[in-house]
Structures are given as C-alpha cells and as structure tokens.
C-alpha cells in the first residue's frame, strides 16, 4: 500500500517544464498585478503544429519522425525560438521553452516573440543523408508557419549551421526565391552573422562580468565548473577564461565529468571530446559524476546542458558564489527559493543565455539589410545589449527584495502585456 501510494505520488511530481513555466509565469503575474485575462493568455502558446515527418533511410525503409513547432506569443514581433533534435523531445518541453524563448527576447527588449521548435529523433544515431533529409521534411511540413516576418527557427540542442542551411534551401525552394531572414545560425556562407557561434555564451559571460562587478568579487583565478560540454559549455570554458581570467576545474557531458583543481586547458579538453567522444578520459583529471560537479566547491557554476539539473534535493549542497545558468530552465521553482536563501546569485536562464537569440537578430537585421557588420560591431553591440538587460534585472531585483529570476520575468512580462494591452487582445 505504501509502496503503490509513493509510486503514484512519484509520478504525480514528474516534471513537467510546461508546468514549472507556468509557476514562474503566475509568480510573475501576482507581483505584476497583472490583469486575470492577460494573464490567462500568456499561459498558454497562440498556436502550435505537429506534424509527422516521413523520412527516407538510406538502408531504403521509410521512417516517420514526430516534429512540434510552438509559436508561444507574437505581440512584439516575428516569433523566434531553436529547433531541437532530441529523443526525449515532448510537446510540453517545446512549450515550455517556446514560453522562455518569449521572455528572452523580451527581457533584452528583441522586437520578437518567442516559439520553439523539435524532433523526436536520436541524431547520433543517423546519417548525415538521413539528417538533411529529416531536417528538408520539417520544412515541407512547417515551412509554411515559417518566414522572416512570420516565425524563425535557430541551432540548439543537436542542431547546428548545416542543418540551417538545409533547412534555409528547402525553404527558398518551395518559396521559389532567397529568404535568408526565415532562419538564423545560418553559415556564413549564406547569410549567417559573425560572433553567432559563441554567441549564447559570450552574452552569458558579458552577463557573469556584471555580476562579479556588483556582487564585489574579483573573477581572475576563480574556479569555474561546466556541466554540459557542448556549443554553450565549450564557449563559455574558452571566454570564461579570455574574457574574465577565470579557471575551468570541472566540466561534463552526458557520459560525466571530469575535474582538476588546478584547472583544465578549455582548448585541450575539447580536442580531447573530438577524438574520444566524450571529456571522459582526459589526461590528469579525476572523473566525477554530473551530479557531483554541481556540488563542488568552486565560485562559479555554470549550468550548460539540460533542463531540471538543480532541483529542490541537489540545490542546498550548491556552494557556489554565482550560478550563470546557459541551459534553458535547469533550475526548479523549489530550488530557487533554496539558492536564493543560501545567497547562490542566480543569473537566470532566459537573461544569461539570451547572447544567442541578441546576434540571431542582428542576423535578421543584417539579412534585412544585405549588409553585414564585422566582429567588433557585432561584440560591442552585443556587449550593449546584455549589459543593459542584466542591470535592469539587476536593479528592480534588489528594489523588489526578489530572487533575479523573479526580476526577469517581471521586466519581460510587463513588455509583452504591454504589447498584448495595446492591440486589444485582453
Ligand atoms: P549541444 O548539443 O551543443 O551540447 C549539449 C551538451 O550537454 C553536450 O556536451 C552533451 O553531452 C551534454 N549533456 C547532455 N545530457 C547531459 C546530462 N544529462 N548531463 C550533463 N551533460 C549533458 O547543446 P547547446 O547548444 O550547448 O545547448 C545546451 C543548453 O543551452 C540547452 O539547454 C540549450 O537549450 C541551451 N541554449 C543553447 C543556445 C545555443 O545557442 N547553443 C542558446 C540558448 C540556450
């Protein structure tokens, strides 16, 4: 009996990041007064699409892949938001970072909505004829909610610059003409902007250097762990150090981690994970596991992997200083609270890591323009952008007495109801 109940009460508390983006959003909501009926539409995506996706298998089987594009709210402009190719994908885990994705662009003042897109599907396991034939049959279906003007996708999770060019292609196909506005992250080859690569995280570290300014610490030799070595983790390890001297002791991937307290060579580890596949192994480094990475005692913690990594058990043993969060929602609402009390400062997710949708726009502006700004434009801008959006969020935080994320979410919500308010739809 007891066993049945626990179980049942297990499954009850599953996480759910649709959910968990709605708490915050209601949280929000109650500090903002915002009215019930604005609030009832920011809850909920405008509109949403699931398509199934026939795809032919180079051993000539047909395979079918579910794919979900989210458009969560428009009222600012273009929705805008990442393609995800992922196995544990789910039409609430779009939402939910469709929902995000609007507050991102809203908290750095984007004129753009948020949306989400994926597809079930494990991309280790398939070609590269297989993956650009998956990523032509999204945009036949879904291609036609897409556009510059209307809804634009972007590299994340296991997608990348040649996926958008694909991607790209099939859609100047179909439209019988060049868009390279429909799609950012691009080449540069074919539109694509410099500085995007690194974008997410450069913008986080920009982000990470206010927070040291204001918090008094002094980031030079301060030790930096990474969980998740990938595009965000890989750039956050290399400007960590470039741009603020910090010392990379730990970082991980989804096989674990690996650590050395007196420090890791950023470029030697990611040669490392090109041949061996993983950071697993490096030469001089202790291995630890995800979970205890998170726990160990460093100034920095940078979270750059997957969603509900600090939760309300793991968070009370986090014993950094700053937790610069490059991964899209990997702190629970319970945890928060938690890091919160024990005075962790959190740079929340949509305000760290919104570098990469910040040069996605100025890809889109760039495309507009067909003119194309160089390196130092577009850092400078960048730069601007992220620096102004933190002490925004900085500042209504400490007048508020609330957690930063908190904060964010009530400049971003006050932006978008605005908008909502002023066409009259609430
Ligand atoms: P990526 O696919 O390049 O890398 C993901 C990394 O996480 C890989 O190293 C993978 O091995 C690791 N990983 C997977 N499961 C893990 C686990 N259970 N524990 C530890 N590590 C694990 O993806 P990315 O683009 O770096 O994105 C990482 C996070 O940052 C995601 O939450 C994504 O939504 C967010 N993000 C990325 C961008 C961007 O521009 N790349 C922008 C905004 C947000």
Redesign the pocket.
Same mark, same amino acid.
């Given at each position: 009996m007891s066993r049945l109940a626990t179980t049942s009460n297990e499954t009850q508390q599953r996480f759910n990041p649709f959910a968990m983006a709605q708490a915050q959003l209601d949280a929000a909501a109650e500090v903002l007064q915002l009215e019930p009926s604005i609030h009832a539409l920011l809850r909920e995506p405008l509109r949403e699409m699931q398509v199934s996706l026939p795809v032919r298998m180079d051993d000539g089987s047909m395979r079918i892949f579910k794919g979900f594009r989210v458009q969560y709210n428009d009222a600012r402009g273009p929705t805008k938001g +990442?393609l995800r190719f992922h196995p544990d994908e789910t039409i609430d885990l779009v939402r939910a970072?469709a929902a995000w994705m609007t507050w991102k662009c809203a908290v750095v003042d984007l004129p753009l909505g948020g949306a989400k897109g994926g597809i079930v599907c494990n991309p280790r396991e398939l070609s590269p004829g297989e993956l650009e034939r998956l990523s032509r049959a999204y945009v036949r279906q879904v291609g036609r909610i897409l556009g510059a003007e209307v809804d634009v996708p972007a590299? &994340?999770?296991?997608t990348n610059a040649q996926v958008m060019a694909w991607m790209l292609d099939e859609f100047s196909v179909l439209q019988g003409h060049n868009e390279f506005g429909m799609i950012t992250g691009k080449p540069l080859a074919l539109g694509g902007s410099k500085v995007r690569e690194e /974008? $997410?995280a450069r913008g986080g570290m920009y982000c990470l250097r206010e927070a040291a300014r204001v918090l008094g610490l002094k980031t030079e030799g301060t030790a930096m762990a990474i969980? +998740?070595?990938? *595009? /965000?983790?890989q750039h956050a390890a290399l400007l960590g150090q470039e741009l603020l001297g910090v010392v990379v002791v730990a970082v %991980? &991937? %989804?096989r674990g981690g690996i650590y050395a307290p007196e420090g890791l060579d950023p470029r030697k580890v990611i040669a490392h994970k090109r041949t061996a596949g993983s950071v697993i192994g490096f030469p001089g480094a202790q291995s630890i596991s *995800?979970e205890d990475l998170l726990r160990l005692d460093v100034d920095i913690l940078v979270p /750059?992997?997957?969603?509900n $990594?600090i939760n309300a058990h793991n968070a009370p043993e986090v014993k950094a200083r700053i937790s610069a969060e490059? /991964? *899209?929602g990997p702190t629970t609402p319970e945890a928060d609270e938690i890091l919160h009390a024990k005075g962790v400062y959190v740079i929340p997710d949509f305000l760290c890591?919104a570098g990469?949708v910040t040069v996605s726009y100025f890809e889109m502006v760039q495309n507009a323009y067909s003119y194309y700004w160089d390196d130092k434009t577009v850092k400078a801008r960048l730069d601007a952008k992220m620096t102004a959006a933190f002490h925004e969020v900085h500042e209504l935080a400490t007048r508020l007495g609330v957690h930063n994320r908190l904060a964010a979410y009530c400049v971003a919500v006050q932006r978008v109801a605005e908008a909502v308010r002023l066409r009259g739809w609430a």
């Open positions: +990442g970072l590299p &994340d999770m296991y /974008a $997410t969980q +998740g070595f990938g *595009n /965000a983790g %991980s &991937d %989804s *995800n /750059a992997a997957l969603e $990594t490059l /991964a *899209n890591n990469g």
